[in-house]
């Protein structure tokens, strides 16, 4: 079979741990798979890189940012390639603009447009093992290095692994798979064996770090079946695959939380047609992603309040576009608190059963925890609550829905 094995960096974080990692490829190889590796960069490295920017240039051109921080994983994929020949194994480096990833030309942020996958399928087809730094791409227009958000090499491994036509993509990491939550808060917390592309999605964009949510994004567009695992381990971690009868029996399969969240109010507007889009539209115009939204009805026909959330390194920001609309919105008051997370459970069986939603409120009714906010979608349960009780909340809930079973 075709696999592409993508290894984060605490799988490559020192040399001992690199040979290791070439001893695993091999083992995978020898027993007749063709083999493209998708590395990150040593732990802790990007961070530093970052580090440098900063100090170098607080107000940095992105596109530097990205020549910096994308030469970590070059770092990795070469140390990889020499470990490999080491033990026999042909191999060779791919920087990410040589393994034909392209991408647009939002540096740091960027997208994939395009997989040129030509030149890594004809080395694997010649016996070769195709080792390829993650996190980085090439924008054709303006020739121009780029990378793809923090965790990005998970979505470089799913694109490369749709590209090649891989039969998996095998991501692996520190910890066994994907957990029904974190187990740093619950120790009882199970691995998850099977989970859908559905549910892994809205896991990863509601806080889960296993994945990057784009990754799941493409592995989800292309049938791509993933699967998380432990690098320092031997056996199985969890799937991650189209959805079948049988995962629905379960209503619950994960909660989640989101501490960076942050609460905006808005008091006292003329509650009459395009307030809501005077509101918005400083915020949208400054790039702010906005979440949650409540208006409430306005008792005396006149005003209204909107709350709204953004994250938290967004807050500061909002408040002073929203200030500076104060004329052309016209409210009264403009109020935020950052104390504030985001908890959400999670399963594609909630289509199926009834209740869940009841569980979720009467357990935190239960512990005493203020609901300020609630959103659902059919797989989701979003509830806003405040940041201090986050891991009480989870404990509850965790066991309400029997999820240690
Ligand atoms: N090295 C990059 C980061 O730390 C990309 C990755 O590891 O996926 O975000
Ligand atoms: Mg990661």
């Known amino acids: 079979m075709r696999i592409v094995m993508k ?15 070439a001893k695993k490829v091999k083992k995978s190889f020898d027993s007749g798979n063709e083999i493209c590796v998708v590395v990150s960069a040593m732990s802790g490295v990007t961070n530093q890189l970052i580090d440098y920017v900063e100090q170098a240039s607080p107000n940095y051109d992105p596109r530097e940012y990205d020549a910096i921080v994308s030469s970590g994983e070059k770092v ?49 087809e010649n016996g070769g093992v195709a ?12 020739n121009r290095i780029t990378t793809l958000g923090r965790g990005g090499s998970d979505t470089s491994a799913v694109a490369l692994a749709v590209g090649v036509n891989a039969g998996r993509c095998d991501i692996y990491t520190d ?57 320092f381990e031997d056996k199985p971690g969890t799937i991650i695959k189209n959805e079948d009868e049988n995962m629905e029996k379960q209503n619950v399969r994960g909660i989640t939380a989101q501490k960076d969240e942050a609460q905006i109010t808005i008091s006292g507007i003329k509650d009459k047609p395009g307030v809501v889009a005077n509101v918005f539209e400083p ?61 959400s459970v999670v399963g594609i069986g909630m289509r199926s059963h009834s209740g869940i939603s009841q569980t979720m409120f009467k357990t935190l009714a239960e512990k005493g925890i203020n609901i300020k906010d609630i959103a659902t979608s059919e797989i989701k349960i979003s509830v806003l609550i405040e940041s201090d009780y986050v891991e009480l909340a989870i404990r509850a809930l965790h066991s309400s829905y029997n999820l240690e079973k």
Not at 7 to 21: A, H, L, W
Not at 206 to 231: C, F
Not at 296 to 301: A, F, K, L, N
Not at 316 to 328: G, T, V, W
């Open 7 to 21: 290894f984060g960096g605490t799988s490559v974080g020192d040399i001992d741990r690199i040979k290791n990692i």
């Open 76 to 124: 990795t994929s070469g140390l990889l390639a020499l470990c490999l020949q080491e033990i026999g194994i042909k191999s060779r480096s791919f920087a990410g603009w040589q393994a034909g990833i392209e991408t647009d030309g939002a540096n740091s942020k960027a997208r994939i447009t395009n997989v040129n996958a030509k030149q890594i399928t004809d080395y694997m």
């Open 131 to 142: 080792v390829v730094a993650g996190f980085q791409g090439i924008n054709i227009e303006t």
């Open 175 to 231: 910890v066994d798979g994907v957990y029904t939550t974190d187990p740093r808060i619950v120790s009882d917390a199970k691995k998850i064996d099977v989970i859908s592309f559905e549910e892994m999605l809205e896991l990863a964009s509601l806080g889960s770090k296993v994945l990057q949510p784009r990754s799941v994004e493409i592995a989800m567009s292309h049938n791509m079946e993933l699967q998380v695992l432990n690098s």
């Open 283 to 343: 915020i949208s115009n400054a790039n702010i992603n906005v979440d949650m939204i409540i208006q409430t009805t306005s008792v005396d026909g006149e005003t209204t309040d909107i709350t709204f959330t953004v994250s938290e390194k967004d807050t500061d920001l909002a408040i002073r576009e929203l200030k500076k609309a104060k004329d052309k919105i016209n409210y009264n008051s403009l109020k935020s608190d950052k104390n504030i997370a985001k908890l």
